[in-house]
């Protein structure tokens, strides 16, 4: 209960500051933001945009570990917790893709330019669509598990390529690609400290918005399948 | 009216994601307590047979 | 040794069965010439870039690949074979021999597909040979083995056919870019060295997907 109430401090200090604070030249009060050249205003989207970004992988590895441990021992609640992880994960993926294409028009000048990092997650949404329609098309259930399960399996080992190794090396426009002489300034920790604490608070409450989904989303799914299981009798 | 909206138009924008923001927690609250009772209700039910 | 002889000898079976009826290669064949006749009708007497070039090289590789590699487990659904193929061998001999015949199918359509490009593509001159010959070995590796791990997972599930390059492209995809890249360094004739990155991309993408696909397929085979 308690991380339910500290979740809902988290976000709302985080919107009311990530949102509010004023971006100045020289930021002289614990409430004001420094002002990046290139960016201005629109820098704070990053207090949303990398959370969204990063909880897609988080998502994405849950349902790694829960596809490997249904394949070793074949119980079904392992198989609905990464079906609920694949979903958010998804939403996630989704969220992360579009609000980087608005950061993108304002701050490139179009909503979409392949750039990699842009390319890389609209793949990863491709990957896991496929999950979804491999899901779909088969019906017995314990293969339906099964074949998903060796699916999750092997899309995972694609999603360190597409998020940390391919817009690393390869020439584009976001930070952190091989033009910039930095890994981009959430890995560098070169941003402002007052802009360093918004978001990883940032990032915590998204993160416990995300367990707490997950959270309902399983159970809900198996309360369902036991309530059919007892009506059917 | 205009010119003073348009100048606090960021805080619009924030207060309209603290709005959405607390629509979504109590939405998620309210299914907490929803499975919560499920819940203990089948408990309750796989005791009794 | 014993394991290797007897995935060699699944894969004349399959070698055999194929080159009697010849229903898949001859298909197979007719479809690569379709592709590159559609690409060659849609450029018409435009110039292309040679960037353009390599992309659309390794696009009719992947729609090859992905109209012929499935056969290797789909057939055997349809004629009711796999029961039989689970008691004779084991998993790691069924996918050895499968990987096997996939692979030698992938070099086989690629040879032909490069012979083709370099006859009507232009722009398709190679500078660095021995560059292009390593990223053809490594990427047509890949290529079989992302292949035959996804067919047979597809092989179980309906929708065979629509469902496989859905569920590979994002798999290949990883290994087509780097591929992509590499033939476009061949083309300009960068050296090898300068290309060490994106070699080492797609080797690493072959050993990872070679060590995944036998571990998981042990999952995927058993009922």
Known sequence: MIWKILLFVLM??????????PIVEKPSNWYEFPLIPGLGENAKIIFFHVPTAWLTVVAFFMSFIFSIKYLKQKNHEYDVKAYVANQLGIIFCILATLTGAIWAKFAWGAFWSWDPRQTSIFALLLIYGAWFALRSSIDSDEKRATLSSVYSIIAFFTVPFFIFIMPRIMTGLHPG??????????INFKMNENMQLIFFLSLTAFSLLY?????LGYKSILIKEKLIKKFER | MLQFLTDKAIYIVMIIVLIVWIGIFFYLLTMDRRIKIIEKELKGDNYEE | MKMFSRA???????????????????????????AISVILFSIGNEKIPPQLTAGLYWVVIFFSAMSGLSRAFVSEEEKGTTLTLQLVANADIVFSGKLLFNLSLTFFINLIITFLYAAFFEDFVINNFSLFLITFFFGNIGLAISSTIIASIIAKAGAKGTLYPVLSFPILLPLILTCVQLTIFC????????SVYELAIVISYDIVMITISYLLFDFIWKE
């Open chain 1, 12 to 21: 709302t200090f985080v919107s009311i500051a990530g949102i509010s604070f």
């Open chain 1, 177 to 186: 690609s091989a033009d910039d002489d930095n890994l981009g300034p959430v």
């Open chain 1, 211 to 215: 367990f707490w989904m997950w959270n």
């Open chain 3, 8 to 34: 060699y000898n699944l894969f004349i079976k399959d070698l055999r069965s194929e080159l009697r009826t010849r229903y898949a290669i001859n298909a197979l064949i007719m479809f690569i010439l379709v």
């Open chain 3, 187 to 194: 083309f300009d004739g960068i050296n090898i060295e300068n």
